[in-house]
């Protein structure tokens, strides 16, 4: 079954860090561009940050800087490194599968940064 799972959210202080982390179960992982988004409460849903299947990265303007993202095509993982973060990344955390014609969705983890 092809899915995404998240992990690695959780509460943390302004000014600290978070590594959330998605395992594929996805045949041909390394084919697809892999994404993280996140929704906050009463916004819409965000384009984060984005690795291609080439290794190329891109970030919101409101995260560069700050968050990291790889992957990890052997063991079909994709991270993303969260620091120095600021109570306006509190949201939920989504991890996204793009491919030809098909991409799949996590289930979300919750990041809280609040003192």
């Known amino acids: 079954q092809e899915q995404l799972v998240e992990s690695g959210g959780g509460l943390v202080q302004p000014g600290g860090s978070l590594r959330l982390s998605c395992a594929a179960s996805l045949s041909a992982f390394n084919s697809y561009g892999m994404d993280w988004y996140r929704q906050a409460p009463g916004k819409q849903r965000e384009l984060v940050a984005t690795?291609?299947?080439?290794?190329?990265?891109n970030y919101v303007d409101s995260v560069k800087g700050r968050f990291t993202i790889s992957r990890d095509n052997g063991k079909k993982t994709v991270l993303l490194q969260m620091n120095k973060l600021k109570p306006e990344d509190t949201a939920v955390y989504y991890c996204?599968?793009?491919?030809?014609?098909?991409?799949?969705w996590g289930q979300g983890t919750q990041v809280t940064v609040s003192s």
């Open positions: 690795v291609t299947n080439g290794g190329i990265t």
């Open positions: 996204h599968a793009a491919g030809y014609r098909v991409d799949y």
